[in-house]
């Protein structure tokens, strides 16, 4: 019993690497754009697709480089096109317009690759559980929480020693002084579009690589998501990668104890948040409200 | 309270002229919707389509008490509208034959769940408030999906059908007129409270939340009973639309039709009364016309969102009303 909870708890991390990596993304588009960014899982599914369509050219490695970057220009275009007009404007507008895009992707992916389920292929060695004595644990489940870690640190390195980390997290402060010294917002806006719509690809080639492919894979992951932004503190991206952790684990022990509620009580846990810390885990006081 | 009801009752009348021209366009309106099974199959259409559209408006009206009047961006009030599908089917297919208590019995149920988590979701406002929402409509859609010997998993709850009322069967054209009568009390329900000084003291939060604060008024209590009032009219939409389909999906709970409740609201004109009716009209044509004529209508409807809201953000009533804008 004590081994099928850590076991759960263990897989649970695994989808709770994914919710991180999607609500950090997700985090920082809310951060400096404004925006609730509904498009994130659609994007996602898109860089996991272009992957798919890359590994026999380029390898699992090369895809797992190229397709989130790819993704990455595809967010830049979308930002340039829609989202950057929307910035003035009530966050409905944003929050809508993003809905009707991750429609559109959707339906997309769906007509260019299929409707069916498809396998992304991982490198072998990657594919061996660890230990044949206790669980079942792959290296590449390992691998993607090593990757997930690595990756959220560099962001957090980046965000504090390069100038545009610089810049971004000043913004998030007061968009409208950095502006006032010379820095140019919209493109700074457009360079935080991108880097957070290639975190939502990274998150999309490495679930695929777990869960597979499928047009609505972005739909399951992008709830989980937001409610990690919530538990974890809106306005923090640590708090954001917490609280895709604690839930993604908090699913996964639920699972061993009573499965159908494995999902549910991913919403509990943003309730009782809500109702003992509504700033949530990190979250300032009374940011975007 | 007593601050905005004294500011309220300050706000000058509307003209008699308003008055006199509003009177005749919802009298216009009444002829139109009460003779809709005269004149819709000449249009190609069918009685149930136009119930559809009723309903869609009646939730959309609904939530637009609470998005356009209080400015509360819910993305979450499909849960409310699946609540009243699945409280109005559970009761047809296992309690009672009674249309009408089914109906009152699912209203009830989402009205409630509305009433409950309303100050729970108001804890925080902006953005946040819409994530909020839309997890908590997640909930719903999960413990339907999930709780398979109540609901019927994904398949749906299906297993129950309308009733005569009184031994009057419900045709699809007696149906429309039950629903014609529902729209027409949830709009009278929704237009006095707006007219009160109840409304009054919503659009003033949705105008400036601040000064109402420092006017001493508990500004998350009045949101959150704006968001009950939608919530439960939603219910109301969501009770009639079991009873349309015979079936409750688990769809109905879905954020993705509390998006499209959105763009119906946002496509008719937030800040209009009728507008939302606009919205679901055009809304319920395209999709159903689309829907017959090409696979993609996923992406079509998704255009429509982006469309409109990129050039048309104050809707067709606001289009046409912009000029005349006090």
């Known amino acids: 019993m004590l081994l099928d909870i850590i076991f759960n708890a263990f897989n649970g991390l695994i989808a709770g690497s994914f919710y991180a990596l999607m609500a950090i993304g997700l985090s920082l588009i809310l951060g400096l754009n404004g925006v609730i960014n509904f498009a994130h899982g659609g994007f996602m599914a898109l860089a996991a697709y272009l992957a798919f369509t890359l590994v026999p050219y380029v390898g699992f490695w090369g895809a797992l480089v190229i397709a989130p970057l790819l993704t990455g220009g595809v967010g830049y275009i979308v930002e340039q096109l829609v989202v950057k007009r929307l910035y003035l404007r009530d966050p409905l507008y944003s929050l809508l317009a993003t809905f009707g895009l991750a429609l559109i992707i959707q339906d997309m992916l769906r007509t260019i690759w299929g409707a069916q389920g498809l396998p992304l292929a991982i490198p072998d060695f990657l594919n061996q559980p660890l230990s044949s004595t206790y669980f079942f644990v792959t290296g590449y489940r390992l691998f993607v929480m090593v990757l997930a870690v690595v990756s959220t640190a560099g962001l957090f390195a980046a965000l504090r020693f390069t100038r545009l980390g610089v810049r971004i997290r000043a913004g998030n402060k ?15 806006r457009s360079a935080n579009f991108m880097l957070g719509i290639v975190f939502a690809g990274l998150a999309g080639v490495l679930a695929a690589g777990q869960l597979g492919l499928t047009p609505t894979m972005g739909d399951q992951l992008i709830m989980p998501s937001f409610v990690a932004i919530v538990v974890g503190g809106v306005g923090s991206l640590l708090g ?17 104890f009573y499965p159908a509620g494995s999902e549910v009580v991913i919403y509990l846990i943003m309730g009782v948040m809500l109702i003992a810390r509504p700033r949530g885990l990190l979250g300032q006081e009374g940011l975007f409200e | 309270m007593n601050e905005v009801m004294r500011v309220a009752t300050a706000a000058p009348k509307p003209r008699l002229n308003d008055n006199r021209r509003e009177r005749l366009g919802l009298l216009l309106l009444g002829l139109l919707l009460i003779t809709v099974p005269l004149w819709v199959p000449l249009v190609g259409g069918y009685a149930d389509l136009a119930s559809r559209v009723l309903i869609y408006a009646l939730a959309a009206m609904g939530l637009n008490l609470l998005l356009g009047f209080t400015g509360g961006l819910s993305f979450g009030h499909a849960a409310y509208f ?5 409280g109005t089917g559970l009761m047809l297919a296992n309690y009672t034959g009674n249309t009408l208590l089914a109906l009152l019995a699912g209203t009830a149920l989402g009205g409630l769940a509305a009433l409950v988590l309303g100050p729970i979701a108001v804890r925080r406002r902006g953005i946040y408030f819409s994530m909020i929402t839309i997890a908590i409509g997640q909930m719903f859609y999960f413990i339907a999906v999930r709780w398979n010997g109540v609901t019927g998993g994904e398949d749906g709850l299906s297993g129950f059908s309308r009733q005569p009322i009184f031994g009057w069967p419900l045709t699809s054209t007696h149906f429309y007129y039950l629903v014609l009568g529902f729209f027409a009390l949830g709009a009278l329900v929704l237009w006095t409270v707006l007219n009160s000084p109840l409304g009054h003291t919503f659009v003033a939060i949705r105008e400036n ?10 500004v998350e209590r009045y949101v959150a009973l704006s968001f009950a009032i939608s919530g439960l009219i939603c219910a109301l939409a969501g009770s009639l639309n079991a009873l349309l389909d015979n079936f409750a999906s688990p769809d109905d709970l879905k954020y993705t039709l509390s998006g499209n409740f959105l763009i119906i609201v946002v496509l008719g004109g937030m800040r209009n009364f009728w507008g939302p009716l606009v919205g679901a009209t055009i809304f319920v044509l395209v999709q159903n016309y689309v829907s017959a004529v090409t696979q993609n209508w996923m992406t079509v409807l998704g255009l429509v969102f982006v469309i409109s809201v990129l050039f048309f953000p104050l809707g067709v009533m606001g289009f046409f009303k912009r000029r005349q804008r006090h």
């Open chain 1, 240 to 256: 954001s990668l917490l609280g895709g952790l604690i839930i993604g684990v908090a699913s996964g022990i639920t699972t061993a």
């Open chain 2, 209 to 218: 939340q601040k000064r109402l604060v420092f006017l001493g008024i508990r």
């Open chain 1, 174 to 188: 007061d968009l409208e002084t950095i502006s006032a010294v010379g820095v140019n917002i919209l493109l700074l």
């Open chain 2, 82 to 86: 699946g609540l009243g599908a699945y």
